[in-house]
């Protein structure tokens, strides 16, 4: 088997040959800023391929969202993976992604052994980057060999795969070699956690004041009042209303699943490639409202020597505060194109397992709360609060659309493990 095109690549990223040769894995953080030569860099696709590519990049589910700033960031990535040409409309967009920050690993040979698996992700510490910032892993193998229930993963970054030879020894139990996953947490804008905030309950309110008995005497003409009477002071206070509870909090978008080419000069066994962009986060119960509070009990009132005293009003009981509404699911994570490049003929040695992403599960609205009990005698009851309304699932996003030797394929041909 030829090297030549191992060598070239390392040269390429800046790799030196002679610690490859002596088997070290060299891995380098770069940055690149000149657009014409990052196709170069990323793609192995010969120049016809890319050509190729132009034909069937835009398919429905990416064309749904050109007019999106998902828009932008799709025609960059045919700028870089299919020779498209730069659109006006995006140099500024374009511009502010750069440079991009590369991560880049070469090595002659790699054993990934049984049941381990190799992330080559890289995350934004490694720059100081904001969350939201797309990343890029390159990687440049000679000889790879995937052993029982081993496998490679990227999470979340533009990546790119050459190698030479590739040796799969496939186990029972084992779900993919090669995995296309979204970033492990969101990068939706709001900056929240994936997963929303339950809501808060309410307070319950405060129970009314009972009314103050009289004070009074007997003599020979009847009761007198020791104390002075206020007026209302045998009536009963209304209890105070309970707080509505908060609404649960919304989950976010899941991570997306980005662009990746796969290439693969030589094959040896089955070849199982999952990809998948990330769940939505589940929106979280709504607050329970707080419980009204009971009214105050009146007091009696007196038939005195010089007059009469009627009974109090007893305290209404306050009403009970609102539940809070549930949040929304976040939406499942948008996918990007898929390329798989393997010798002619061995098509039918790749399996390929591409599932739309999931959409978050809806909070469900607080619990009301209850009115409180009127005072005795003849106090009101306060007024339940209302249930707060449940949250809305989260939508489903299309599964990446994978390009075999720059063929589509078509959902029915994805087969389910």
């Known amino acids: 088997m030829s090297w030549t095109e191992f060598y070239k690549k390392a040269r390429v990223l800046g790799h030196a040959v002679d610690r490859l040769n002596e088997g070290e894995e060299v891995v380098s953080y770069t940055t690149l800023a000149d657009l014409e030569k990052i196709p170069s860099i990323l793609s192995s696709a010969t120049k016809e391929e890319r050509k190729i590519r132009q034909q069937t990049f835009f ?36 511009g502010i992604h750069l440079p991009l920050h590369l991560k880049s690993i070469s090595v002659k040979e790699k054993i990934i052994k049984a049941g381990e698996e190799w992330d080559v992700s890289v995350r934004r510490e490694q720059w100081g980057l904001d969350p939201v910032v797309e990343l890029y892993t390159v990687v440049n193998i000679g000889r790879l060999v995937i052993e029982p229930e ?15 030879e590739l040796v799969v020894q496939s186990g029972e139990n084992t779900d993919f070699h090669i995995g296309i996953l979204p970033t492990p947490f969101s990068i939706d804008f709001k900056r929240a956690p994936l997963n929303g905030r339950r809501g808060v309950d309410g307070e319950s309110g405060v129970p009314g004041r009972p009314g103050y008995p009289l004070q009074v005497m007997s003599s020979i003409l009847g009761y007198r009042l020791m104390v002075p009477f206020r007026e209302g002071q045998l009536d009963g206070t209304d209890g105070t209303d309970g707080k509505d509870g908060t609404d649960g909090g919304c989950g976010q978008n899941g991570g997306a ?46 038939k005195l020597s010089h007059g009469f005293i009627p009974d109090g009003k007893a305290g209404d009981g306050g009403c009970g505060g609102c539940g809070g509404h549930g949040g929304h699911g976040g939406n499942g994570g948008i996918s ?11 098509e039918g040695n790749v399996l390929c397992r591409v599932l739309p992403s999931e959409g978050g599960k809806p909070g469900c609205g607080g619990l009301p709360g209850k009115g409180g009990t009127g005072g005795l005698p003849d106090g009101e009851n306060g007024i339940d609060g209302l249930q707060g ?29």
Do not use: W
């Open 59 to 94: 398919h429905p589910a990416l064309l749904a969202r050109q007019r999106l700033g998902q828009g932008r960031h799709d025609r960059g990535e045919a700028v870089m993976f299919a020779d498209a040409r730069p659109e006006e409309r995006d140099a500024e967009g374009i």
């Open 150 to 164: 081993a496998k490679v993963v990227v999470k979340g970054n533009v990546f790119a795969l050459l190698c030479q």
């Open 257 to 302: 699943c980005k662009i990746a080419e796969i290439t693969i000069r030589h094959l040896e066994g089955r070849l199982i490639v999952f990809a998948q962009a990330g769940k939505g986060g589940d929106g979280m119960k709504g607050g329970n409202g707080g419980h009204g509070g009971d009214g105050g009990n009146a007091e009696k009132g007196c």
């Open 336 to 346: 990007s194109n898929i390329y798989i490049g393997i010798p002619e003929g061995c």
């Open 389 to 417: 309304k449940n949250g809305y699932q989260g939508h489903s996003r299309p599964a990446p659309a994978l390009f075999l030797n720059n063929h589509l394929l078509k959902p029915k041909a994805y087969e389910k493990l």
